[in-house]
């Protein structure tokens, strides 16, 4: 995988991180909303943090599509699970919440699972075109 690739990678893990954390962020300025006032759901969304949490949600899903489109899902979503990682040390460092060792068990079995993720193949050994192909010749036959 070149690196490019990887960087695409990298930056779903990011653009999710950091997009949950400013939604976080901004909500925890806001309070309370309810979905039966849509007046309050739209404050919350001209709020800035929530504003620029959007924005980058937005960055993360055109790079998560991105990367959907040359790797496999079961290799892409795992390596997305890196931001949990980020989200938990965002968490811990800026928003000084208390993560239980549990969690950070369970932070480090995330890691320890994308680095066996990681090792494998990006894409099956099938072309993605034959099996549009077969799908669409079986779709005609129907």
């Given at each position: 995988m070149t690196f490019r690739k990887y960087l695409v990678l990298a930056g779903v893990a990011a653009?999710?991180?950091?997009?949950?954390s400013l939604l976080a962020r901004g909500m925890k300025d806001i309070g309370g909303i309810s979905l039966h006032h849509p007046s309050s759901l739209i404050l919350a969304i001209l709020n800035p943090w929530?504003?620029?949490g959007i924005l980058l949600l937005l960055a993360f899903f055109a790079s998560y599509t991105?990367?959907?489109?040359?790797?496999?899902?079961?290799y892409v979503l795992p390596a997305t699970s890196l931001g949990y990682v980020l989200v938990a040390l965002v968490g811990k460092f800026a928003f000084h919440e208390t993560i239980s060792p549990a969690r950070?068990?369970?932070i480090a079995l995330i890691t320890a699972g994308v680095g066996?993720?990681?090792?494998?193949?990006?894409v099956t050994t099938h072309k993605h075109e034959k099996v549009a192909a077969d799908?669409?010749?079986?779709?005609?036959?129907?």
């Open positions: 653009f999710s991180s950091a997009g949950d929530v504003a620029c991105s990367a959907l489109s040359w790797a496999d899902l079961t950070w068990l369970g066996f993720v990681a090792a494998g193949p990006s799908i669409a010749s079986q779709e005609a036959q129907s």
